[in-house]
């Protein structure tokens, strides 16, 4: 199927009735987009709704110059920002608060075919090399799905294509297609913590922060909403931090491993005006020299006022950052100062670390002694087995870092998803799931 239109603006406000669902997706980047795109079909009839912390940007409204993008920084005084910039203790994090994800700001971050990646070993404790993946994901069992993923993210309108080069992301696919099967999608609406939902025929209640312009400044208002199935794919900061809030409630006990296994690499970041016949905007670029990335491995925890915070244990700096690099972070560091946030750690002379595309905190393994979640993202219970209805599908279940990890993560997707609709759907909703993904009809 060819994508004949790119994804109008599909931002909706959540009203006072819309509070029961039946599949909530959380997130709307390279895991998020593929489980909405590939549950839509399978849920027609049903509500289905991605969540998605950001706003809904048109080629109009993302920032056009270096002055702009500053302005568009997330913060106290801005939470619906573009820019989501971390400071952390021994490195610093980037991310996009926006429908599509990180694929709004990145420019061609999906090229890299990556299979080997699962492969990848390190020694235990007795030094004997112990495989970091499950063994059911190796580079042949994931080459086809791979293949899925470069397909769908291959499709774009031509016409969007030659005249708004990689400013809609994965609006011009994955999320085209589950706005296409009627997935509904709530921008401005940030997940906090999830819990055992309090009416009968749901399972999770969901806390949602939804934002909005009140004219003079933003707002928000705290709402419930209940849902039969939950698909996390707020990245890596985001899933760790939802579960970890969701975990001190004290309803749902997760694994040892929650928030642990944060691995990134060193990236460079730069910004540069992409020329179109409508209006220039900003793409952030990752450059790599000759050298191998540098590796940053952490943990996360939550601070006060459940505030996130992540400890990288190894984030060598290289200080031979370029002048443009340099020069941009001075005035992001002069832009925060003056919003009265505390860059004491994101700003080191022009040298900190920053990683843009971090895995783990929620990594996979065959137990709950082992992982957070299975293979396929079913979060696993500590009495045994995984809880119904409750899915990881991001970053954050990915077992070792990768340079650019965009691709595996939709690749990752494509396969949860399958599986998750060839047996999962027909046991959560009771339902007999037709081959040909049409409208369910019941057993």
Not at 238 to 263: N, V
Request: include cysteine; proline fraction near 4%.
């Amino acid at each position: 199927m060819r994508v004949q239109h790119r994804l109008a603006s599909v931002a909706e406000p959540v009203g006072t009735s819309d509070s029961c669902f039946d599949c909530l997706v959380v997130g709307s980047g390279f895991g998020g987009a593929v489980m909405a795109a590939r549950l839509a079909p399978h849920l027609r009839g049903r509500r289905l709704a991605l969540l998605e912390r950001g706003q809904d940007y048109t080629a109009q409204t993302l920032p056009s110059n270096a002055s702009a993008a500053i302005k568009a920084i997330k913060s106290s005084c801005n939470p619906l920002g573009l820019f989501d910039f971390g400071m952390h203790r021994g490195a610093d994090t980037l991310g996009a608060s926006a429908l599509g994800g990180t694929s709004r700001i990145c420019e061609r971050m999906t090229l890299q075919v990556q299979t080997h990646a699962f492969e990848t070993s390190q020694p235990d404790a007795q030094h004997r090399m112990r495989r970091l993946w499950p063994n059911s994901l190796n580079a042949i069992s994931m080459q086809n799905h791979y293949g899925e993923a470069l397909s769908m993210l291959d499709r774009t309108d031509t016409h969007s294509a030659a005249d708004e080069p990689q400013t809609h992301g994965l609006c011009t696919n994955y999320l085209h297609v589950a706005k296409q099967f009627g997935c509904k999608f709530l921008t401005q609406c940030e997940v906090i913590s999830f819990s055992p939902s309090e009416l009968p025929d749901y399972r999770f209640q969901v806390l949602v922060q939804q934002w909005h312009n009140n004219g003079e400044h933003w707002v928000s208002q705290t709402r419930k909403l209940h849902t039969r199935m939950l698909v996390l794919s707020a990245g890596v900061l985001g899933t760790t931090a939802i579960m970890s809030r969701s975990a001190a409630l004290g309803f749902m006990p997760f694994s040892p491993w929650l928030g642990t296994s944060i691995d990134g690499s060193h990236e460079r970041v730069s910004f540069s005006c992409v020329k179109a016949p409508y209006q220039p905007r900003i793409v952030a670029r990752v450059f790599r020299g000759e050298q191998p990335p540098v590796a940053c491995k952490g943990e996360l925890s939550l601070g006060r006022n459940s505030a996130l915070q992540i400890h990288w244990h190894s984030a060598d700096i290289d200080s031979s950052q370029d002048r443009h690099v340099r020069s941009f972070l001075q005035r992001v560091a002069g832009y925060l100062h003056r919003n009265r946030l505390n860059v004491a750690h994101s700003y080191r002379d022009g040298s900190a670390p920053m990683v843009i595309q971090a895995t783990g905190g929620c990594r996979m393994g065959v137990s709950f002694d082992e992982g957070v979640c299975d293979d396929v993202g079913r979060v696993f219970k500590r009495s045994g087995g995984a809880y119904t209805g409750l899915y990881i599908n991001d970053a954050s279940i990915c077992c070792s870092a990768m340079v650019n990890p965009a691709l595996a993560i939709a690749a990752l997707a494509e396969r949860s998803a399958q599986q998750i609709v060839e047996t999962d759907l027909p046991i959560l909703f009771k339902k007999q799931v037709s081959e040909s993904g049409k409208r369910l009809q019941c057993a």
